[in-house]
């Protein structure tokens, strides 16, 4: 017989403390037209997205999200980039990384690192214990208080009650009416714009009353660093600058610094955020 001491848990008692990330089937259809072998189009209407929150569990705020197809290491770190970048806009101009990261398995060692790299400490959470993350009754929070009022809501879940769900028959004569991916995007940035609006006063005054020693704050040096994308090619300076090429858009980057034309010969590594490509880091 193997025994063990029940875990006793409890919320954090400020901001950026912790962070739970995890993925979520939306319950949201969209509709998507490809070609099929014979050259034809063939338009489904069950589709569904998947979004990647990063939960802050001191007040249930969504800090961080990204929004894809299916659930992907590169979805995954560009939710933590996501939370990284609103705490710029939350705190007043500078990036802080939290404290902890949580998460599932999901990854292996590329996620791992990325995780350590990103947080003060990275704790998985325990395999096949679904209490052990704070993040998994936020999902169903966000389907019964916002998905379930779009005409495109695909119910609770197959233990559901029938009586719950919404009816088969309607759905499928509205169907047409089902936004494309591009739409039910914008259906999840309306519902991320909803949670934060409702709990940033809250958010924001738990940030100011958490003890200085507790912040970590990070320059756009160290944020590049350690949670930007690293270009597969390496760049050399010209004359102009670094000339850097990314999803087929050339940027220019120069710098004051003389010490920089000094290393003309040297192949530089770029390290870059998507999302805000007014820096780079060299």
Known sequence: TQMSMQVKRRTAGYPMLMWSVDGWDVELLYQKTTENKSGHSVTTYHNRPTVVVVLDPFSKYPIGYAVG??????LIKAAI???LNHTQAL?????YRPRQVQSDRYGGNELKSFYENTAGVYVPARARNAKAKPIEPYFNSLNKGYCQYYNNWSGFGVTAKKDNQPNTEYKNKIRHSFPDFKGVCEQVDAIIAKE???K???YIRGWEQLPEIYK???TTEQYLLNAGIRKPRTNRLRGEGLVVE???QEYRYDSFDIDVRMNMHTDWTICYDPEDMQHVLA
Do not use: V
């Not at 197809?69 to 590169?74: C, F, N, Q, V």
């Not at 705190?91 to 990036?95: D, E, K, S």
């Open 69 to 74: 197809t299916h659930e992907t290491p590169e």
């Open 81 to 83: 980039r996501n939370g």
């Open 91 to 95: 705190f007043g101009g500078c990036r």
């Open 196 to 198: 934060r609006a409702l």
């Open 200 to 202: 940033m006063q809250d």
């Open 216 to 218: 970590l704050p990070w």
């Open 246 to 248: 990314i999803a087929r």
